[in-house]
């Protein structure tokens, strides 16, 4: 059988990777990977949320060995906890899966998974994995934890990067005014954001898509896309005139407009909290963006 290609949709999770991966899986050919390095559901191998490439993680011989069973179809799921809420036997992480291991006309696998950001780099300069990461703004990611109740252990994560080498910045206290769900968020955008800001900084290979162009100059992202990937690139979705006036508690809920995907954290998120994730987030996102645009 021909080797397959990998193609990695990472970022923030909430930041639109499901949306831009579904661009990437129009090709007849290509299937869809869907969060493999999720520590609920996904592979066996994996034990952190946020796994890493290092001392507290994999190691690099280890990680090469976990793209190549991306590449071959050979990953097992884990069985989730009835806490999670996701069904043992046909969650998407498992069934994606299964369409990897077993359909041989598969020839691209597009690795949707927001838990692998933190191997965003480390992959695009191995030369094999074009990796796509997708920003979205601070507020409107932290407005979907919100509505969804997401949160995660940040402290943890900062202890496993500190004892990794890096020089991770503590974690911010939580003001009384801001949910736990809109302080992760915040902690964690910024976490991850910085490392996205040094990358870009030392020229990495990475092909970074604002999601909010995804939405806004669609044939721009397709062009972009393309370039990366070398995939023909699906249009768009269409999206509704006017969105349900308040969004259910699920991920990727149906009838969206425009505006209830960009701005509809103005009537989520209190102004302590608007406050506090502005202080955390605005300036690193303007130095991100500004780096994309020079």
């Known amino acids: 059988m021909q080797e397959r290609r990998v193609v990695l949709v990472t970022g923030m999770p909430r930041s639109g990777t499901t949306a831009i991966g579904k661009r990437l899986t129009f090709e007849p050919g290509t299937a869809e990977l869907y969060e493999p390095t999720n520590r609920q559901v996904g592979d066996i191998r994996i034990r952190h949320q946020f796994e890493l490439i290092g001392p507290t993680g994999f190691s690099e011989v280890q990680a090469r060995a976990f793209v190549g069973a991306v590449r071959r179809g050979l990953l097992w799921g884990r069985w989730p906890g009835a806490e999670t809420g996701r069904n043992p036997l046909f969650n998407r ?4 899966m299964a369409q990897v291991a077993l359909n041989p006309r598969v020839r691209t696998v597009v690795w949707k998974d927001p838990f692998a950001v933190f191997w965003a780099d480390w992959l695009a300069r191995q030369g094999d994995v074009p990796v796509v990461f997708t920003l979205r703004a601070p507020l409107a990611t932290a407005a979907s934890f919100v509505r969804m109740g997401l ?9 496993r990067l500190r004892a990794n080498g890096d020089a991770a910045e503590p974690v911010p206290p939580r003001p009384a005014d801001v949910s736990a769900s809109c302080h992760s968020a915040t902690v964690l955008w910024r976490i991850i954001h910085l490392r996205l800001r040094d990358w870009l900084a030392e020229n990495s290979p990475i092909c970074v898509i604002e999601i909010e162009d995804n939405l806004t100059r669609p044939d721009a992202v397709a062009v972009a896309l393309a370039a990366a990937t070398g995939l023909r690139i ?3 979705a269409q999206l509704a005139a006017t969105s349900e006036a308040r969004l259910p508690n699920r991920a990727h809920p149906g009838k969206r407009s425009s505006d209830s995907i960009t701005s509809y954290w103005q009537s989520v998120l209190t102004p302590g909290e608007i406050a506090f994730c502005n202080a955390e987030t605005a300036a690193l ?3 991100i963006r500004a780096l994309l645009h020079t």
């Open 234 to 236: 699906a249009p768009p």
């Open 151 to 159: 949160s995660f252990d940040c402290a943890a994560l900062v202890a």
């Open 93 to 96: 992480t498992r069934r994606t």
């Open 285 to 287: 996102h303007a130095e």
